[in-house]
């Protein structure tokens, strides 16, 4: 007889451990009547590292699914809305150097692709400003939506910048009044095993035994239950991406009514780059650097010099180093236990990829959760071939970003241009596209993190050069593209011209909340 699984415990909180809570319990109280268990354990002596402030507009759907009030949300985790990422001083170095990697697919993707005519027209918009509007949003500091929109709906496709502690917070008091989690404040000082291996209980200090069928292990860098206790391997990628530590500090605006940036906005330094999140209430700021090219006395000068532009006597905040352990386990899923979060692996907040992989892992295990312990071997097995892929893309994406630059003002940025950095697979795709443009079918899953859209903002925001096709363009496709060229004008100046700032969008919500759905 094989066991089946109904009572599942999380290990550790934070933002991995309640979004997984959230995302489990919601699926399982729309798919089943009763049974189950959800238990997450978390210590009191352990801070939220906060993995990031930076979210995808997957966000929006797992909050949702979740139950959760966007408007409360907003409200409660020092939300704005972020449109995208703008990327400054990452080709030249100079001051007029930027492109956008934006939210909104470029116009008729379904039908066109937009890249070979503009590159034939030689114009003079940026790749991103000719295919969608959210440039020219994000440049004027507008808001993806009016007050009147419905909650989660939008005029222009958007994610959240979020204040993380806060986030989980949230989450943990929705997940405890609304979806039935039991949360046990508890330290766990030893790991019980069954016979064939699979974990069948931790013991905690002060509620001793605790049972469960599926374990997740949301321990953080510390890995309890999959590296500690099964010793799955960390496979490094520190060879590829060089970035190893990070320094972070909050930033109180000059005014309470202070602009807030659509974007993220990442401007390069000479060891990597430093993060300017605007929030509702403060910026969130940050240098990832190599410790390896420069000092961290040098890198906290870069990020003093950054900052005194817009900060009075900013050596006067409170800075926060942070070491980065770029890579992941081997393995993700091992016998009966997971690894979600900093816990799976961790890469640096490029491309506020940390909480993605966080829902999608939950969501994954929601949407495939095993009915008994036989089941559980082929997920596990099927769930790791997924991940692996997947951080293995994202590592690709990631090193996009570093290896198309032209800076050599430093050893860091040559560094990353020798191709002995570059996977096999990123230097392929990027052979192949000098001679054809990105499409979908240049990637093997359907569910794709980066999709070939992604490559193309980066690509070619990036001054990358694809030769034509020899046989020309037909003029059906020249006349196409013209439309969707025109369509994406009038678009743009539409939303420009109607759109509110994110300030007022923000206050207006803290004053008037959106319309539910």
């Given at each position: 007889m094989t066991s089946n699984v109904k009572n599942i415990v999380i290990v550790g909180g934070g933002t991995a451990g309640w979004i997984t809570a959230g995302t489990l319990a919601a699926s399982l109280k729309k798919k089943v009547s009763s049974g189950y268990s959800i238990t997450l354990i978390e210590s009191a002596r352990v801070p939220i590292v906060g993995v990031g402030e930076g979210t995808w507009p997957?966000?929006?759907?797992?909050?949702?699914?979740?139950g959760i009030k966007e408007t409360d949300f907003i409200r409660q985790c020092h939300v704005s809305f972020k449109q995208g990422a703008k990327f400054c001083k990452w080709v030249t170095g100079k001051d007029d150097d930027f492109y956008y990697h934006p939210l909104i697919l470029p116009q008729g993707h379904n039908?066109?692709?937009?890249?070979?005519?503009?590159?034939?027209?030689?114009?003079?918009?940026?790749?991103?400003?000719?295919?969608?509007?959210?440039?020219?949003?994000?440049?004027?500091?507008?808001?993806?939506?009016?007050?009147?929109?419905?909650?989660?709906?939008?005029?222009?496709?958007?994610?959240?910048?979020?204040?993380?502690g806060s986030f989980s917070e949230f989450l943990?008091?929705?997940?405890?009044?609304?979806?039935?989690?039991?949360?046990?404040?508890?330290?766990?000082?030893?790991?019980?095993?069954?016979?064939?291996?699979?974990?069948?209980?931790?013991?905690?200090?002060?509620?001793?035994?605790?049972?469960?069928?599926?374990?997740?292990?949301?321990?953080?860098?510390?890995?309890?239950?999959?590296?500690k206790h099964f010793k799955v391997p960390f496979i490094s990628c520190e060879d590829s991406l060089f970035a190893n530590q990070a320094i972070a500090v909050q930033v109180?605006?000059?005014?309470?009514?202070?602009?807030?940036?659509?974007?993220?906005?990442?401007?390069?330094?000479?060891?990597?780059?430093?993060?300017d999140i605007g929030l509702s209430t403060r910026r969130g700021v940050?240098?990832?650097?190599?410790?390896?090219?420069?000092?961290?006395?040098?890198?906290?000068?870069?990020?003093?010099?950054?900052?005194?532009?817009?900060?009075?006597?900013?050596?006067?905040?409170?800075?926060?180093?942070?070491?980065?352990?770029?890579?992941?386990?081997?393995?993700?899923?091992?016998?009966?236990?997971?690894?979600?979060?900093?816990?799976?692996?961790?890469?640096?907040?490029?491309?506020?990829?940390?909480?993605l992989l966080i829902e999608i892992s939950a969501q994954m295990i929601a949407d495939q959760l095993p009915t008994n312990r036989f089941a559980m071997d082929i997920l596990a097995k099927r769930y790791n071939e997924t991940f692996t892929y997947r951080w293995q893309r994202i590592i690709d994406f990631l090193k996009l970003h570093y290896?198309?630059?032209?800076?050599?003002?430093?050893?860091?940025w040559l560094d990353h241009q020798n191709t002995d950095t570059v996977s096999e697979r990123l230097q392929e795709q990027l052979e192949l596209w000098k001679y054809q443009f990105p499409c979908d079918n240049d990637f093997e899953q359907s569910l794709e993190i980066f999709p070939a859209a992604s490559y193309q903002y980066v690509l070619y925001g990036m001054g990358f050069k694809t030769e034509p096709n020899p046989l020309g363009m037909s003029a059906q496709s020249i006349e196409?593209?013209?439309?969707?060229?025109?369509?994406?004008?009038?678009?743009s100046n539409a939303l420009t011209s109607s759109l509110t700032s994110n300030r007022e969008l923000l206050n207006k919500i803290q004053r008037y909340g959106l319309q539910t759905v």
């Open positions: 997957t966000m929006r759907n797992t909050l949702k699914n979740m039908q066109i692709d937009l890249t070979p005519h503009w590159l034939a027209s030689n114009s003079q918009q940026s790749f991103a400003q000719s295919v969608c509007p959210q440039e020219a949003i994000c440049e004027l500091g507008l808001a993806p939506k009016h007050i009147t929109t419905a909650e989660y709906l939008a005029q222009a496709n958007y994610a959240y910048h979020l204040d993380a943990k008091n929705h997940c405890k009044s609304q979806l039935d989690v039991k949360h046990i404040v508890d330290d766990v000082c030893q790991i019980n095993s069954l016979d064939n291996g699979d974990i069948a209980s931790v013991t905690t200090k002060e509620n001793g035994l605790i049972s469960g069928d599926l374990f997740i292990d949301c321990t953080g860098f510390n890995a309890l239950l999959l590296g109180p605006y000059k005014q309470e009514d202070s602009p807030i940036q659509s974007h993220t906005l990442s401007t390069a330094q000479s060891a990597g780059w430093i993060w940050g240098s990832v650097y190599s410790n390896n090219h420069i000092s961290e006395d040098q890198a906290h000068q870069e990020l003093l010099n950054y900052l005194k532009p817009t900060v009075a006597e900013p050596e006067k905040l409170t800075f926060r180093s942070i070491p980065i352990k770029a890579g992941h386990r081997q393995r993700f899923w091992e016998k009966n236990c997971v690894a979600i979060g900093l816990s799976a692996g961790f890469l640096e907040p490029l491309e506020a990829s940390a909480i290896t198309l630059t032209k800076r050599t003002d430093s050893q860091f196409m593209a013209q439309q969707h060229f025109q369509k994406n004008l009038m678009q």
